[in-house]
């Protein structure tokens, strides 16, 4: 058996869209820009966006329609599934899908002052801040 999974560190494009499917599976979608920087020979900065698609299913499909948001900075795993087509114009594009193993937040807090969400295999943690732990729980 052979498995492979793709890792990306990106912001989110928009603000996740959950729908249902006829069985009433629940499915999210959001977008992901993962951008890379780095100078030419002559000194001149670069940047280079990819945007994958990603869609959650399940119980992550609502942890994401709740939590994520535009801007926000994510960890993402999965499966990505690349597609060709053509666009309006008549030129060759290619789109990057990414069908969620698990994600998390990096970057700001959440609202309620959770530092991440992480989401994998149909179940969800929540990390609690430091200030959340006295120091005589601490194992060490």
């Known amino acids: 058996m052979s498995f492979e ?6 912001n989110l494009g928009r603000d996740p869209e959950m729908r249902y499917t006829q069985d009433g599976t629940p ?3 959001f977008s992901v820009a993962v951008s890379r920087k780095w100078t030419s020979a002559s000194g001149e900065v670069k940047e280079k966006t990819k945007w994958y698609r990603c869609s959650a ?5 609502e942890i994401a ?9 994510v960890l993402v795993t999965g499966d ?8 309006k114009e008549g030129n060759a594009k290619a789109s990057l899908e990414l069908k969620v193993f698990s994600f998390s937040f990096l970057g700001k807090k959440g609202e ?6 992480l989401a994998g295999d149909g179940s969800s943690s929540v990390a609690k801040s430091e200030s959340a732990y006295d120091e005589d729980d601490l194992p060490f």
Do not use: F, P, R
Request: net charge neutral.
């Open 5 to 10: 999974q793709t890792i990306i560190v990106g």
């Open 112 to 117: 309620n002052g959770q530092e991440s969400l």
């Open 80 to 87: 990505v599934d690349v597609s060709a087509y053509t666009d």
């Open 57 to 61: 299913w399940k119980k992550q499909a």
């Open 27 to 29: 499915v999210t979608s």
């Open 65 to 73: 329609a709740q939590y994520l948001t535009k801007g926000q900075q």
